[in-house]
T-cell receptor
Framework: DQQVKQNSPSLSVQEGRISILNCDYT??????FLWYKKYPAEGPTFLIS?????DKNEDGRFTVFLNKSAKHLSLHIVPSQPGDSAVYFC????????????FGAGTILRVKS | KAGVTQTPRYLIKTRGQQVTLSCSPI?????VSWYQQTPGQGLQFLFE???????NKGNFPGRFSGRQFSNSRSEMNVSTLELGDSALYLC?????????FGQGTRLTVV
């Protein structure tokens, strides 16, 4: 039972364009969402997070949008750079869920120069 | 400030053997979680320890166990290894809601 779903296994974009990575969740107890980036042979690195009381959070080139009614969040990367090529994981957590982090399966992003 | 340190980085074991992996969290972090990453499966939660007590547990068989010491360092043990246990095992430490990961231990069972 996948509670956090990243339905696109991979995404390819041109350098300088926008990358949009999507994530859906099913458990309404989740109230905190995070995005991680992972390079091969390294551990995931925290990118950006959003609380359920917000619908948008920005940090430089990265913006996360949350649509609670649709149980959907997305990560926008603008402009995309070749160094952004990595696997991106969406994760969800919640106080009532024991603060456990539940991860999606990941999306491989390739930014072409 | 040192990050999360996992040892060893790579390990090859034979079916039926047991293995112990180690994780040293970021100084001051008392929560340590373990995850298994396999291709296409994302990061599957194994368990979380906080102040030497298991606080959360995922849906893994009893062959997977862990413990945490008073200095917050954690170990994960897998007994009676199976071929399907081959994976990247990641440890993460937390102070708040964000988890900080180590580089992982790549376990190969042959």
């Amino acid at each position: 039972d996948q509670q956090v779903k990243q339905n696109s296994p991979s995404l390819s974009v041109q350098e300088g364009r926008i990358s949009i990575l999507n994530c859906d969740y099913t458990n309404s107890m989740f109230d905190y969402f995070l995005w991680y980036k992972k390079y091969p042979a390294e551990g995931p690195t925290f990118l950006i997070s959003i609380s359920s009381i917000k619908d948008k959070n920005e940090d430089g080139r990265f913006t996360v949008f949350l649509n609670k009614s649709a149980k959907h969040l997305s990560l926008h990367i603008v402009p995309s750079q070749p160094g952004d090529s990595a696997v991106y994981f969406c994760a969800a957590s919640g106080w009532e869920y024991g603060n456990k982090l539940v991860f999606g399966a990941g999306t491989i992003l390739r930014v072409k120069s | 400030k040192a990050g999360v340190t996992q040892t060893p980085r790579y390990l090859i074991k034979t079916r039926g053997q047991q293995v112990t992996l180690s994780c040293s969290p970021i100084s001051g972090h008392r929560s340590v979680s373990w995850y298994q990453q396999t291709p296409g499966q994302g990061l599957q939660f194994l368990f979380e320890y906080f102040s030497e007590t298991q606080r959360n547990k995922g849906n893994f068989p009893g062959r997977f166990s862990g413990r945490q010491f008073s200095n917050s360092r954690s170990e994960m043990n897998v007994s009676t290894l199976e071929l399907g246990d081959s994976a990247l095992y990641l440890c993460a430490s937390r102070l708040g809601l964000e988890a900080f990961f180590g580089q992982g231990t790549r376990l190969t069972v042959v």
